[in-house]
């Protein structure tokens, strides 16, 4: 009883300063300003050599730039559809493991390619570019009637650009989307062409080829390690292992393209001038308000005037109403 006494005794100088410490973190939080400089971003996410071999990835992606790239950087760009010319078929080995039919095969072709499509479109909205989104490319290619590769390839690139208002379309096609297992090694390779051209004279203005081997190795000396790390290699064949070697091609590809410097002035400027007329109009219609008000001698909640400047329906001041229901979504399995 004596111990347990002085255990605690121990313990509870220790609770009483981590309690204090926690405090003490809380309340001197730095508030740190926005804006400021971003450091390694050309850098960041580019894998060097020490990450290809501790990830044992042999694979590259060249990325080719025109050589005035840099004078005449695209400031919208529509990511054209993806093509997959392998066989749509689940290969581990290249030993097709499924046998889809003609249906399924196209299928699944499409469901390949738009997924590193996607990717492409990701990556390149966080940069300075304006990319058209994919739902609209495919709407009006649909509607005048392409709806293949060779129906895409002999549509004239400086109507693509007219169709979707843009400066260059990026052509894309999966060369490889495969499984490898071999007992202590496994994973997949996804490979891709992809080439961006000027929708204004119809020059190249970026060509790319490589893949992402994103492959799992797990060494044995004895006979059991091998047979448990045989097991646990074939659990990497997973799809979102797959999901991830799609991510990296798209990165590694949008990371090699130049940051325009232009680009992103114009784009602050434009959206700086787009929030000072939308500021403008707000102003001139709370001063037609007001003008309205006096005129009727009338005071009415849907002309109230927010006199404090700020609105009255925004995400800080909006409150659910009683009977409406809110949903919500987790990562976490419902137990």
Known sequence: MDSQRTTYLL???????????CSAHQNSVEIRPFYQKEIATETHGKKTLFDRIVEVDPGGLDVELASDYEQRPPETIAVLPFTDRGSAQYTINKIP????????????????????RKAFVGYLSEREFK???????????QAHGINNAEDLEKASVLTLGKWFHCDAVIYGT?????AYYLALVSGYVVGVSSR????HDGETLMRSHGGRYSLSVMPALDVEDIFINSAESLLQLRDVVLARAEEEVAREL???????????????KDAIKRATEADDEEAMGRHATRVDAMEADVTSDEHAVDEGGQHLNTASSWHQPGSQRSVSFSSQQQR
Request: glycine share 2%.
């Open 131 to 141: 990319v058209v989104n994919p739902i609209a490319v495919d709407a009006v290619l």
């Open 174 to 178: 999966v060369d490889h989307y495969e």
């Open 11 to 21: 313990l509870l100088p220790i609770c009483m300063l981590s309690l204090a410490a």
């Open 196 to 199: 961006m051209v000027s929708t």
């Open 97 to 116: 493991l499924t046998f889809r039919g003609k249906q399924a095969r196209d299928e699944w072709a499409w469901t390949d390619a738009q997924r590193l």
């Open 254 to 268: 949008v990371i090699r393209i130049p940051i325009s410097d232009t680009l992103r002035t114009q784009m602050a």
